[in-house]
């Protein structure tokens, strides 16, 4: 009778660990879903002027963005996050005036364009938190890819609760936001940036108490 018990509690274990481990994927993939719609599918507010604008780079079309906002006055200052080292304003500038549409600016726009070096997100919204703050601005128009914009939003907020933060998505060609998980290589990003959101959360969730 004893080896009939003694044999029960491994079997009752097991089964316990496979609902726990089945209820925790249910909620991640809940999860995933409910992160996913979160992802803009629109330029917030594409009027509203604001003290900055701050591209992080890493992905096609945002750098030219920022500098098109720039160009139309939408705010003082360009602060681009994320530049290779060794990467100046000036180079940025003549990557920018490629287009014949933009020859001829970069006098006008050299002095109000700034650079970092930060190589992540958390390192985007940190040097730009401390930007920011060195020019006193209250508001900033945030640019960087569709579904890169969920993670950046909750580091930048984190970083700079007081300051007001404009989103403006720039959307990649390539990623297929609708139906994403019919896309493999847009379901592999967007899982990715789930799971960097998780422990972006965990963090911060652990730095309130230290």
Do not use: C
């Not at 720039?70 to 681009?80: G, Q, T």
């Amino acid at each position: 009778m004893l080896a009939f018990h003694s044999q029960r509690r491994p079997r009752r274990f097991f089964r316990r660990m496979v609902i726990a481990t089945l209820g925790v994927l249910l909620i991640w993939v809940a999860g995933l879903f409910r992160f996913a719609d979160t992802i803009p599918k629109s330029i917030e507010d594409p009027t509203r002027h604001t003290n900055a604008i701050v591209v992080l780079t890493g992905g096609s079309g945002r750098l030219e963005e920022g500098l098109n906002l720039l160009e139309l006055n939408m705010a003082e200052k360009l602060f681009v996050s994320g530049v290779y080292q060794g990467v100046d304003v000036k180079t940025l500038i003549r990557m920018f005036e490629h287009n014949p549409r933009h020859q001829g600016l970069s006098h006008l726009l050299e002095t109000r364009v700034s650079i970092g070096m930060a190589t992540n997100t958390l390192g985007n919204a940190t040097e730009t938190a401390d930007w920011i703050a060195g020019k006193g601005f209250r508001s900033m128009r945030l640019v960087t890819a569709a579904y890169h914009m969920p993670r950046s939003l909750l580091e930048f907020k984190h970083a700079m609760p007081n300051v007001q933060i404009i989103t403006h998505p720039v959307f990649p060609a390539h990623v297929k936001v609708d139906e994403w998980w019919a896309w493999s290589g847009t379901a592999v990003l967007i899982v990715g940036e789930y799971n960097k959101s998780l422990f972006a959360r965990l963090r911060q969730s652990i730095e309130i108490f230290f």
